[in-house]
């Protein structure tokens, strides 16, 4: 069996799952025209707090000239607004590019408010949204902070009502703030997802260099030993004594027969699976599929008494259970990974628990994949142990191997 993909939920970069639903918040990666032209939908619905100068340019108390400019000062200033949008999820343009529509909006903000009134000081919280986003790193709260003074300024200049600054200008300052927060958040939700692929990464690197190293060591030996008695045979050969030649190449035929014994033991121990591997594939796997991992920190160390054939058989367990909660666990949320030790009748335990609340077993039978993890548990003397999880909802998985005798590991 594979490593698990998702196969239900989004993806945090906007991707669509079967069902069509789309994931899109403010740092989200958008790869194609439909993703952005779903993102500039989302954005455009906070459009609507520009009623209230639309409401301003129906009351008829401006001139006829004055209406029709505001109008498209509003449209220039919504189209400069989405165009943020578009040059922040579009490569070609630059940082300076993305402050030409801010700087834009800045202007229309402050012709508009001073023209037409305080009803237009609602445009200072886009533009300061949007300064939280186009300016770099720590320039974004000085630049939210700007545009802040700056809506302080025009509305003391108008003579703004106390109520209209205090009901626009918090907005002003904590959606800026709020949107920084949530940049800062985004970014740090993308880095810690590069560093446990990292992990993974490295985790598979370190086994390519124990398996080098393993060849190095079963293979040097073998080669020297098997070219001083090739070596050692030809002489026996070229003085005449064939049996002492003919002992030589049988014994060049055993070395070379358990060096092909020994590569084969080392390549199984590479293509097995380990605990620390699987559980950052689980972590990726569930993170994409919006489904929050609670593991247990001890699958990442060594545990006494776990052979490596059981502790493979594990990891096993572990990529079957969380391929299962992808792809059968509907409306799953959470899944919980546990390492733990148990006694029975026959001896010491390690068992793995994972558990998810989904919906649970459901009246079908097990899979494919359950019965073939079955079979391989059963191969070290292990056992497999499935059902509803507490209260009966959500599905539980339980897999059992045999620690070796010794003391318990705490």
């Given at each position: ?72 000062a ?20 630059g ?55 700056v809506?302080?300024l ?11 600054m ?42 390519r ?31 005449g004594k ?37 559980l950052?594939?689980?972590r990726?796997?569930l ?18 008494g ?105």
């Amino acid at each position: 069996m594979q490593t698990p993909a998702p196969a239900r939920h989004p993806d945090q970069s906007g991707e669509a799952g079967p069902d069509g639903r789309w994931t899109t918040y403010p740092g989200a990666t958008v790869e194609t025209r439909r993703q952005l032209l779903v993102k500039l939908t989302w954005t455009a619905i906070w459009a609507l707090y520009l009623a209230y100068p639309v409401q301003d340019l129906t009351t008829g108390r401006h001139t006829a000239a004055a209406t029709v400019a505001g109008a498209g000062a509003l449209v220039l200033f919504l189209g400069a607004y989405l165009g943020v949008v578009v040059m922040r999820n579009r490569p070609a343009f630059g940082q300076l590019a993305e402050r030409v529509p801010l700087g834009l909006m800045l202007l229309i903000a402050i012709v508009t408010s001073v023209t037409l009134g305080e009803a237009w000081l609602t445009l200072f919280t886009y533009t300061s949204v949007c300064a939280s986003v186009v300016m770099p790193g720590r320039r974004a709260i000085g630049g939210i902070l700007g545009v802040t003074a700056v809506f302080v300024l025009v509305g003391l200049v108008i003579r703004a009502d106390a109520g209209t600054m205090v009901s626009i200008g918090l907005p002003c300052l904590l959606a800026g703030v709020a949107m920084y927060s949530m940049q800062k958040l985004v970014a740090t939700m993308r880095e810690l997802k590069e560093a446990r692929a990292a992990v993974a990464h490295l985790a598979a690197s370190e086994e390519r260099l124990r398996l080098a190293r393993d060849l190095h060591d079963l293979l040097g030996h073998s080669l020297s030993l098997i070219a001083i008695k090739g070596e050692l045979a030809g002489r026996l050969m070229d003085a005449g004594k064939g049996p002492e030649a003919r002992a030589q190449v049988a014994d060049i035929e055993q070395v070379a027969r358990q060096s092909l014994t020994d590569v084969r033991e080392a390549v199984t121990g590479f293509r097995r699976p380990t605990l620390p591997v699987e559980l950052a594939a689980a972590r990726t796997a569930l993170t994409a599929s919006q489904i929050q991992l609670d593991a247990d920190p001890r699958l990442a160390e060594e545990r006494p008494g776990l052979g490596a054939e059981e502790s493979g058989v594990l990891a096993w367990a572990l990529r079957e259970a969380v391929t299962n909660v992808v792809r059968h666990g509907a409306g799953a949320t959470r899944c919980t990974v546990h390492l733990d030790e148990t006694w029975e009748e026959d001896g010491r335990y390690a068992v793995l628990e994972v558990v998810d609340n989904g919906p649970g077993p459901g009246k079908s039978g097990a899979g494919n994949g359950l019965s073939g993890l079955g079979e391989r548990l059963e191969q070290v003397g292990g056992r497999l142990v499935t059902g509803p999880a507490d209260r009966g909802k959500g599905f539980r998985l339980r897999a059992l191997v045999p620690l070796l005798p010794g003391p318990s590991g705490q």
